[in-house]
């Protein structure tokens, strides 16, 4: 996400850079509603954690963009109107083509990113396919810092 903050104009990253954004708690990574949680379609009263927009990485220094996913996204203290056209636009830029990372997986693969300055999602793939996936996690800082 260091790209998609550099790709932004200006007067964007000044904004942005006062503002939070409410990463959803009400569906989990593949969509589903997460046990116990009441489906809630407006972000503003949705289940989340607030986090800074923008993040400072604390190893490199650099700013990075922090977005979350964007279904049920809101940005702290505009309407829903405005929260969503500016998601709208800074998701413009974070989701471009040219700053993407495509695998083209082989057997024997091994990817690894720092989910602090990343953002990733997968295409699609044959369910009858064999995969092996593994996580590991490294203690690293509690929450993100602006």
């Not at 104009?9 to 116990?36: C, E, M, Q, V």
């Not at 986090?51 to 400072?56: E, F, Q, S, V, Y």
């Not at 990817?111 to 369910?127: G, I, K, Q, Y």
């Amino acid at each position: 996400m260091y790209a998609a903050y550099e790709a932004l104009p200006d007067d964007l990253k000044r904004r942005a850079a006062k503002l939070r954004i409410k990463h959803d708690g009400t569906y989990n990574s593949g969509g589903y509603l997460r046990a116990g949680v009441t489906a809630i379609d407006d972000p503003r009263v949705s289940s989340g954690v607030f986090h800074p927009l923008i993040c400072t990485h604390p190893e490199t220094g650099r700013c990075c963009l922090y977005l979350g996913r964007r279904r049920n996204a809101y940005i702290e203290g505009l309407s829903l109107k405005q929260s969503e056209a500016l998601l709208d636009e800074i998701w413009s830029y974070a989701t471009r083509r040219e700053i993407a990372w495509y695998n083209r997986w082989r057997v024997g693969d091994i990817v690894l990113w720092d989910n602090r300055c990343t953002m990733h999602r997968r295409e699609p793939f044959d369910p009858g396919a064999r995969r092996i996936m593994l996580r590991t996690q490294i203690k690293g800082e509690t929450k993100p810092t602006a």
